[in-house]
C-alpha cells in the first residue's frame, strides 16, 4: 500500500469516526426538535442532554481533525471543495456554531423562553450541518468539483444526488441518535424511553434505508462510473451496510429485555454506517474528485507529509484513544454528568431552590402515547414526499 | 485618508475579495484569540484554585475552582466552535494560501488536533467529574487540559510563525517537495512567538479573572471570597508580566532582524539610518509624523545597545511590498508596550504593599488598576496580534505568497462578512450575559452556603437529591 493510499485510509476512518460520535449527537439534535411540547417532550430532552453534554465537543474534534488531515494530505483538492461548494460549507458551518452554542448556553439559563428559545437554535441548527455536509460529499461523489475550481458553483450542490444525500445524512444522523439513546435508556432501565426511542430507530431505518437505496438509484444517472462499482467491488460493503441495518431493527425490536443486546445493538448500528462511508470510499478510490485527474497520488501533497500524517495518526491513536476509552467507560458508568451546580443549584439542602422550569426534573413525566407514532409517520411522509418528487423530476 | 488611498488601491489591484476576507479573517480571528487565550490559560488558574483548595482544606478556592470550571466550561465550548470557524475559514478564505502551503502548514495544525483531543476530553471528565472523582483523582484529570493547552498552542503559533518565518521545506515549480515536520513546527519566529502569546494568554485570563473580583471589592464586596478570587488570578498574571516584557523586547530586536519592514512600520523608520530615535505615539502621513512624543538615539539603543546601531527602514523595499496602514502598526505597538507597563506597575505596587505590610494597597486606586486589567491585557494582546499580522503585510507567507494570492476568488465575501459580524456581535454579548448570570446566580447563593466539593461530605438530603437526578 502506497502512503497516499495509507494517508486516504486515514483520513476515511477519522471521517467515520466523525460520522459515528459526532453524528449522532447531531441527531440528537432532530430527535430534541421533534420531541414535542414542554411536558411531553421532558423525559427524552433530558436523555438527549445528558446524552451529549460530556462528549459532543471530543466527538466535534474529529471534524476539525478530519480537515486538517485533508488540507495537509490533499491540498488541490481541499482547495477545489472548498472553493467549489463554498456556499453549503458556510450554511454547515452556521449549523456547527449555533449548535455549540445553542446547547451550551441552553444549561446555564434558568428562564423557560430562553431554555425555549436556545433549545430550538440547538435542535434546528442540529439538521442544518448534516444536511449540508451531505450535499457536499454528494457534489464530491457525483463528480461535480471541478480540479481548479475558482468560484462557487450553486449546481454542484443542488442536484437531486446532493440534495438526496442531504437528507440521507440528516436520517442517518437521527438514526444513529435514536439507536444510542434507545441503548443508554435500556442501561437506565428507563423501559418508556426504551420504547419511546425504539420506535424512533424504526422510524429513521426506515428513512434512512429508502434515502440510502434513491441515492443509490440517483447515482445510476449522474455518476454511472461510482454507481457500477458500488454494485461492483464495493458491492460487500453495501451488503454489511444493508444486513446492519436490518440486525438493528430485528434486535431491538426482538431482543427487547435483553439489555446487552439492545446496547450492543449500538456498534451494529455504527458498524452500518461506516460501511456505507468506506463503500463510498472503496467504489471511488483511487479517485479524490470523480471526474478529475485528482486522485490520492496527485492532490499536492509530498510524500515526506503523507509519511508525516501516518505518524500523527499512530500518535493520535496512541494518546487519543486511550483518553477516549477513558471519557466513554466514565459516562458508560455515569460518573460524568452535569449536575445541579449549574441550575440554581437546585436540591442542595437550606438554599434558595428553584427547580429549573422546562428543564428535565425529577418529576414523572406525563408523555402521550401517540407522539411517537405521530413522528413515525411524518418522518415517513416527508421522506416519501421527498423520493416521489425526485423520481417525479426525473421522469418529466 | 492615507488607508482609503490603500484600500482602493488595493481593491483595483487584486480583485474585490481580499479585503472582506481579511476584514471577516480578522473578526473571527480576533474574537477567537480571547477565547483561546481562556481556553489555554483558564484550566491552569481552576486547577491552582483547586490545589490550594485540596491541600490547604480552603473551601473557598474549592468553590473557587467549582464555579470557575463551569464558566470554563462555557467559554471553552464556545471556543470549540468559534476555532472551528477558523478551520472553515482557511480553507473558504485562502484557498489559495491552502492550495500551494496547505501540505506544510497543515502539520502544526495537525499536531494541533491531537491536543484539541486531548483537551476536549479532559475538559469534559474534569467538568462533570466534580464530586464522583475523588479529590486528588479529579484534580489530576484536570492536568492534561493545563498542559494540552500549552501545546496546542505552541502548535497553532508555529503556524502563525511560520508564516512569519517560512521554513523547512523545498519546492519547485509551485509545488512543495519535501517537508520537515521539526523544522517547520521550531521555525525561526516560533522561538520568540510561542513564548510571547503563551504568556499573552495566562495574563490575560488571569487578570481578567482578577478584574472581575476587583470590581466586585470596588462595590464594597470585601470578602475572602472575592479576595481570594482576586488573587488567585492576580498574582500568577503579575508574576509572568516581568518575563512578558522581557519576552517581548526580545521578539522585537529578533523582527528587527528578521522581518525589517515590519519592525519599521513599529517604530517609524522610514529612511535606513543610524541613530534612530523613538516615537510614542504619533500619527504618520504624507511623510510627516504628527503629534508624537521624539526620544533621540532610543530606537537605536533599543535594537542594538548602542546609538550608532544601523536601523532598516521601509524605504529598502518598493511601496507595495510595504504594510498598508503604518500608524495602525505604531499606534498598536505602542498601546502594547504601554498596557503592558501599566499592568508591571500595578504587580510592582501589589509586591511592595506585600513586602512591607503582608497586605495587598488599600487604596481605591489599585483596586481600579485591578478592575481594568482584564480589559488592558485583553487589549494589548489584540494590539500585539494587530502588529504581527497587518505588519506582515502583503504577504501571507513572508515574501512567499502575497495575501492577495491566497484570497478566495469566490464572491460574497462581504455577505459572510455581514453575517459573521451580526453573528459574532450575538455571541459576544450572549457569552458575557450568560457569564453574568452565572455570576448572579452564585451570589444569590453566596459562598458559604454553596455546596463544597471536597469539603464535608455531603449530607443524606444531598445525596439522594444526587442520585435522583440520575
Keep these: 500500500m502506497t502512503a497516499a493510499a495509507a494517508v486516504g485510509a486515514i483520513l476515511l476512518a477519522s471521517v467515520t469516526l466523525y460520522a459515528i460520535l459526532g453524528g449522532a449527537d447531531f441527531g440528537g ?40 488531515i485533508f488540507w495537509t494530505a490533499f491540498p488541490h483538492a481541499f482547495a477545489a471543495v472548498m472553493t467549489a461548494a463554498a456556499l453549503p460549507l458556510w450554511l454547515a458551518l452556521l449549523g456547527i456554531v449555533l449548535r455549540g452554542t445553542g446547547f451550551a448556553f441552553r444549561k446555564e439559563v434558568s428562564r423557560l423562553s430562553l431554555q425555549r428559545f436556545l433549545g430550538a437554535t440547538f435542535a434546528f441548527s442540529s439538521l442544518l450541518t448534516p444536511f449540508f455536509m451531505g450535499t457536499v460529499i454528494g457534489a464530491i461523489a457525483t463528480g461535480s468539483i471541478p480540479a481548479s475550481a475558482s468560484h462557487a458553483s450553486q449546481p454542484a450542490w443542488t442536484s437531486p444526488t446532493s440534495l438526496l444525500a442531504g437528507f440521507l445524512f440528516v436520517g442517518a444522523c437521527g438514526y444513529l441518535a435514536a439507536v444510542y439513546l434507545t441503548g443508554e435508556a435500556a442501561r437506565r432501565g428507563d423501559r418508556r424511553m426504551q420504547a419511546y426511542f425504539t420506535r424512533r430507530v424504526q422510524a429513521a431505518g426506515i428513512v ?96 515526506t507529509t503523507l509519511v508525516a500524517i501516518i505518524w500523527l495518526f499512530v500518535a493520535a491513536v496512541l494518546l487519543v ?48 402515547p401517540g407522539s411517537g407514532s405521530r413522528a413515525v409517520v411524518l418522518g415517513l411522509v416527508a421522506a416519501g414526499a421527498i423520493v416521489r418528487a425526485l423520481i417525479r423530476r426525473r421522469d418529466g | 485618508m492615507r488607508f482609503a488611498e ?81 478551520s472553515f475559514e482557511m480553507g473558504l478564505l485562502w484557498p489559495g494560501l491552502m492550495r500551494r502551503y496547505g501540505a506544510v502548514l497543515g502539520l502544526p495544525f495537525g499536531i494541533e488536533g491531537l491536543f484539541f483531543f486531548l483537551e476536549a476530553i479532559f475538559t469534559a471528565i474534569y467538568l462533570y467529574g466534580w464530586r464522583r472523582l475523588p479529590g486528588w483523582a479529579h484534580f489530576w484529570t484536570g492536568v492534561p487540559i493545563a498542559v494540552s493547552g500549552i501545546f496546542g498552542a505552541m502548535s497553532v503559533i508555529a503556524v502563525n510563525s511560520w508564516m512569519n518565518q517560512p521554513g523547512g521545506f523545498t519546492a519547485s515549480g509551485g509545488r512543495i517537495t519535501s517537508v520537515n515536520t521539526w523544522e517547520v513546527f521550531f521555525n525561526h519566529a516560533a522561538i520568540y512567538e510561542m513564548p510571547h502569546m503563551i504568556l499573552a494568554a495566562y495574563m490575560v485570563t488571569g487578570f481578567a479573572v482578577a478584574g472581575v473580583y476587583a470590581a466586585g471589592i470596588l462595590r464594597g464586596r470585601r470578602d475572602r471570597y472575592h479576595y481570594t478570587g482576586f488573587a488567585l488570578g492576580f498574582v500568577p498574571a503579575a508574576v509572568l508580566t516581568p518575563f512578558q516584557i522581557f519576552v517581548g523586547d526580545t521578539a522585537a530586536r529578533a523582527i528587527a532582524h528578521d522581518q525589517p519592514v515590519k519592525f519599521a512600520s513599529m517604530e517609524y523608520v522610514a529612511r535606513t539610518s543610524r541613530q534612530v530615535p523613538e516615537w510614542l505615539g504619533g500619527v ?100 500585539g496580534w494587530v502588529v504581527t499580522e497587518v505588519g506582515r503585510q502583503p504577504w501571507v507567507v513572508y515574501r512567499l505568497l502575497t495575501t492577495a494570492a491566497a484570497a478566495t476568488t469566490n464572491g460574497g465575501v ?21 457569564l453574568r448570570l452565572l455570576a448572579r446566580r452564585w451570589r444569590r447563593t453566596g459562598a458559604q452556603e454553596a455546596t463544597v466539593p471536597y469539603g464535608p461530605p455531603p449530607g443524606p438530603q444531598d445525596q439522594a437529591a444526587g442520585r435522583t437526578r440520575l
Design chain 1, 29 to 68: 439534535g432532530l430527535w430534541d426538535l421533534l420531541a414535542g411540547g414542554d411536558q411531553r417532550g421532558r423525559a427524552p430532552r433530558r436523555l438527549i442532554d445528558e446524552s451529549i453534554t460530556p462528549v459532543w465537543e471530543a466527538n466535534h474534534v474529529w471534524l476539525v481533525f478530519d480537515l486538517v
Design chain 2, 284 to 383: 504618520y502621513a504624507n511623510g510627516h509624523i504628527y503629534a508624537g512624543l521624539k526620544i533621540p538615539y532610543m530606537d537605536s539603543l533599543l535594537v542594538g545597545f548602542g546609538p550608532g546601531t544601523k536601523v532598516t527602514g521601509w524605504d529598502t523595499v518598493p511601496p507595495a511590498e510595504r504594510p498598508p496602514v503604518v500608524w495602525l502598526i505604531h499606534l498598536c505597538f505602542d498601546v502594547m508596550v504601554g498596557l503592558g507597563f501599566l499592568l508591571l506597575l500595578a504587580g510592582l505596587w501589589a509586591a511592595y504593599e506585600w513586602w512591607r505590610r503582608r497586605r495587598l494597597p488599600p487604596q481605591r486606586l489599585f483596586w481600579l488598576l485591578g478592575a481594568v486589567s482584564g480589559v488592558a491585557a485583553i487589549v494589548a494582546m489584540e494590539c
Design chain 1, 321 to 368: 484513544g486511550p483518553a477516549f476509552a477513558l471519557l466513554f467507560a466514565l459516562q458508560g458508568r455515569r460518573l460524568l454528568y452535569a449536575d445541579d451546580a449549574g441550575l440554581a443549584l437546585a436540591g442542595v439542602p437550606g438554599g434558595a431552590t428553584r427547580p429549573p422550569a422546562g428543564r428535565p426534573s425529577q418529576q414523572p413525566a406525563s408523555g402521550s
Design chain 2, 6 to 86: 490603500v484600500a482602493v488601491a488595493a481593491v483595483a489591484r487584486t480583485g474585490t475579495e481580499v479585503v472582506p476576507a481579511r476584514a471577516q479573517m480578522a473578526t473571527t480571528l480576533g474574537f477567537h484569540i480571547i477565547l483561546a487565550c481562556l481556553g489555554i490559560a483558564f484550566p491552569t488558574i481552576v486547577l491552582l484554585a483547586e490545589f490550594i483548595g485540596l491541600r490547604r482544606s480552603n473551601e473557598v478556592a474549592l468553590v473557587l475552582a467549582r464555579r470557575w470550571s463551569l464558566a470554563m466550561g462555557v467559554l471553552i465550548a464556545v471556543g470549540a466552535v468559534t476555532g472551528t470557524v477558523l
Design chain 2, 414 to 434: 462581504i455577505a459572510s462578512l455581514t453575517l459573521v459580524i451580526a453573528l459574532y456581535a450575538v455571541l459576544g454579548a450572549a457569552t458575557i450575559l450568560i
Design chain 1, 208 to 303: 434512512a434505508g429508502a434515502l440510502s437505496l434513491a441515492t443509490l438509484a440517483e447515482l445510476h444517472t449522474s455518476n454511472p462510473a461510482l454507481f457500477s462499482r458500488l454494485t461492483g467491488r464495493a458491492l460487500p460493503l453495501v451488503i454489511i451496510a444493508g444486513l446492519c441495518g436490518l440486525a438493528v431493527l430485528a434486535l431491538l425490536t426482538a431482543a427487547w429485555h435483553n439489555r446487552v443486546l439492545v446496547t450492543g445493538a449500538r456498534v451494529i448500528a455504527a458498524l452500518g454506517v461506516a460501511a456505507v462511508i468506506w463503500g463510498w470510499g472503496v467504489a471511488q478510490y483511487p479517485v479524490l474528485l470523480p471526474g478529475t485527474a485528482v486522485t490520492l497520488t496527485h492532490a499536492g501533497a509530498p510524500h
